[in-house]
């Protein structure tokens, strides 16, 4: 809603309340009540001359009048039957605006704004279609294979955060992070009954961050989620009006995360000893900066190229073979649907990716090379296991750069023709005709399939569960009169 618009009904309001028309109050300010009119419908900006006037005319402050809080329930749900009616989805309709005038009964203008609000609801979960989903990741994943997978900017926001609080080098603290969370005005509360599909919640009205109480061990999870609630606030993030906002938006708060928690002065001067020493190891960037193995496998691929001169790819894959996310710039062939979406496509298991799931000790990471019909690649994989099953995490680059990297010695050589269908997706001829009508497998459906886009108010987000936990954790209002008041 515009600020013209709140302007207006507060004047309205206001002169209301002094039992002024349109044309008295002109009379005292010097202005017609036609002019009056037109600021009072929010399509004419008064003069700070003329502002200062009114609020005088009826004894309240300007800044009374600047508010930007409608001064109603009533003005509010006008104001938002206005911004609804001004919207694409009611425009393309054809129908003609309704104005909610005077004698507009409450109940009437409540169902107006509740109906306009689901259809403007259902259209914007109309959009996000698997099909659009899917074009919309893959987008996002090319912009930031163009862009080397570098947000500068983001980089810079980290590090201005992270000199604010005084870090200085290391594994980030979490007092650090509530340190962060505290320049901005909130505070970090860890409860136990998070809405199930959020990571967390944040009450703008008291300025609270709600988390979970309990993370993956090291509490590497909550440290991440506390950031990437923080990165909306810093961003200036608004509601998402398309899954592809929706998907931005979180690329954003977790590359902040990442590169929070790993910041860019200090990791490129760890990285570049370590390509000196020709040692460079996911795992022991991951031990220098006290994060996943996942987190420092990506973040060091928005480093590898703007910083050390190196192309690479990361790898997400679980124990079936089916990629869950990926990046390259160095040429790896990703499988990939008509679309050139990749996500739920299946790796070859020539890959790293997969054979590391086979060997007994999974303590440290493993090593191969692969040759592929794009050339030969070196990859260094490490499993783990999540909510979700097994799954690995892959880094890897071109032979040629493999040199700067612990375990480019290695002698384990595989081969992938992929994506030829004679390399991993078809049985042998001899297997196949001893099995063929001797066998019948009962097929085991892939959770991506018919998981759930986003929808309701928030992507993804169910808007009566996000609003009962508000209302059990939002502080009591004297509570919030007393802390202001440093008596609380």
């Not at 005038?101 to 959009?127: F, H, N, Y």
């Not at 987008?139 to 200085?168: C, K, T, W």
Request: proline share 5%.
């Amino acid at each position: 809603m515009s600020d013209l618009a709140v302007l207006g009904h507060r004047i309205r309001h206001y002169r209301g309340r002094a039992g002024l028309t349109l044309d008295g109050l002109g009379d005292l300010v010097g202005l017609a009540g036609s002019q009056l009119s037109l600021m009072e419908n929010g399509k004419r900006e008064p003069r700070l001359s003329q502002l200062q006037a009114i609020a005088a005319a009826l004894e309240v402050t300007t800044t009374d009048l600047l508010s930007e809080e409608p001064p109603t329930e009533r003005s509010r749900m006008e104001l938002e039957l206005q911004r609804l009616q001004e919207g694409a989805v009611y425009s393309r309709l054809g129908l003609p605006h309704v104005r909610a005038s005077k004698t507009m009964p409450d109940e009437v203008l409540r169902s107006l704004v509740g109906l306009q609000r689901e259809l403007d609801r259902r259209s914007r979960e109309a959009i996000a279609t698997p099909e659009q989903a899917r074009r919309d990741s893959t987008a996002i994943r090319l912009q930031m294979q163009q862009a080397d997978n570098s947000m500068p900017e983001l980089d810079a926001l980290a590090e201005e955060q992270l000199a604010a609080v005084g870090y200085e080098r290391g594994a980030l603290t979490h007092r650090a992070v509530a340190d962060m969370a505290t320049r901005i005005g909130f505070e970090l509360v860890y409860v136990t009954d998070l809405p199930h599909s959020t990571r967390s919640v944040t009450d703008l009205e008291h300025g609270r961050i709600y988390l979970p109480p309990a993370s993956i061990p090291g509490g590497h999870g909550l440290r991440s989620m506390a950031l990437q609630a923080i990165a909306h606030r810093l961003l200036g993030h608004s509601e998402p009006t398309s899954y592809r906002e929706f998907l931005q938006q979180r690329l954003e708060i977790n590359y902040f995360a990442a590169a929070t928690l790993m910041p860019r002065t200090a990791s490129v001067e760890y990285l570049r000893r370590a390509k000196q020493e020709r040692n460079i190891a996911v795992e022991d960037f991951r031990d220098a900066f006290g994060v996943t193995h996942e987190s420092a496998a990506m973040r060091f691929t928005n480093l590898a190229t703007v910083d050390l001169g190196l192309q690479v790819h990361f790898l997400r894959v679980g124990d079936d073979g089916a990629l869950m996310r990926a990046y390259e710039n160095d040429g790896l062939p990703l499988p990939m649907d008509a679309s050139g979406a990749i996500e739920g496509q299946v790796v070859c298991r020539h890959f790293a990716a997969r054979t590391a799931f086979d060997r007994a000790s999974r303590t440290t990471e493993f090593y191969q090379y692969t040759d592929t019909p794009s050339g030969t690649f070196w990859c260094s994989s490490q499993t783990g296991t999540g909510t979700d099953g097994e799954f690995s995490i892959t880094v890897g680059v071109p032979f040629d750069t493999a040199k700067w990297f612990r375990g480019s010695s290695t002698q384990r050589r595989s081969q992938s023709r992929c994506p030829a269908e004679t390399c991993c997706s078809q049985p042998a001829p001899e297997i196949a005709d001893r099995w063929r009508s001797n066998a019948w497998a009962s097929a085991r459906m892939h959770q991506h399939t018919l998981a759930p886009l986003p929808s309701g108010t928030f992507p993804g987000v169910d808007d009566a569960e996000l609003y009962d936990f508000l209302e059990r954790h939002a502080p009591d209002e004297a509570d919030v009169d007393a802390a202001r008041m440093g008596q609380g």
